[in-house]
């Protein structure tokens, strides 16, 4: 068990670009969350997998973002035609059920020029 | 709709001394409260969870917190500071009652810990 693995670590990209992030899950854990940290806030939920199915997005996730949890494992997280205003850390976070302590991967930093 | 506030966006204390981090929350009833911490380049983690069983929590690395309903409160405490404490802290609701178990964040607090 190496925790929830989350890549890349950084990225830089122009306006307008499509990016896309990964998120490894703690091997097992069914449910999978992705969350969005601005520079002097908290994170704030975008949207939650059990198993393969996603179950809800916050109003937070235009529709120029999209994500996806194929056969259940690592899920990822894409943002097309991206703007100056998506410049976050991108969370991810995996449980066992959703009653227990979600874990937390150390994010994905994008910055959009 | 359920939402927590963290009274102090930073909290300067010396090396040895008392930390209190306070948290208040907004709840229509009884909500899960947890403690997050921060460290530059590296994930949350918790510190420490209530889920309406004893209302004084004790977390990891000294930390405790005290779940008070007629203050609303969930104040995060530790006898003693070290450096190593130095970080971003959130205070974080859940509602017990809504299938995703999302987390809702406060906006957080910075420790810094003087030596």
């Known amino acids: 068990d190496t925790g929830v693995s989350q890549d890349p670590r950084h990225k830089i990209t122009k306006r307008g670009q499509n990016v896309t992030f990964r998120c490894d899950p703690i091997?097992?854990?069914?449910?999978l969350y992705w969350y969005r940290q601005t520079l002097g806030q908290g994170p704030e939920f975008l949207t939650y997998f059990q198993n393969e199915a996603q179950l809800e997005k916050s109003r937070l996730l235009s529709d120029r973002f999209s994500a996806e949890r194929p056969k259940g494992s690592f899920s990822t997280l894409e943002i097309q035609r991206t703007e100056q205003g998506d410049s976050a850390m991108y969370l991810c976070?995996?449980?066992?059920?959703?009653?227990?302590?979600?874990?937390f991967g150390a994010g994905t930093r994008l910055s959009v020029l | 709709a359920q939402s927590v506030t963290q009274l102090d966006s930073h909290v300067s204390v010396s090396e040895g001394t008392p930390v209190l981090l306070r948290c208040n929350y907004s709840?229509?009833?009884?909500?899960?409260l947890f403690w997050y911490v921060q460290h530059p380049n590296k994930g949350l983690q918790l510190l420490l969870k209530y889920t309406s069983a004893a209302t004084l929590v004790k977390g990891i690395n000294g930390f405790e917190a005290e779940f008070k309903k007629s203050e609303t409160s969930f104040h995060l405490t530790k006898p003693s500071a070290h450096m190593s404490d130095a970080a971003e802290y959130f205070c974080v609701v859940s509602d017990p009652m809504d299938s995703s178990y999302k987390l809702i964040f406060g906006s957080g607090t910075r420790l810094l810990v003087r030596p």
């Open positions: 976070a995996s449980s066992l059920t959703g009653a227990d302590v979600g874990y």
């Open positions: 709840s229509s009833y009884s909500p899960s």
């Open positions: 091997s097992e854990h069914n449910r």
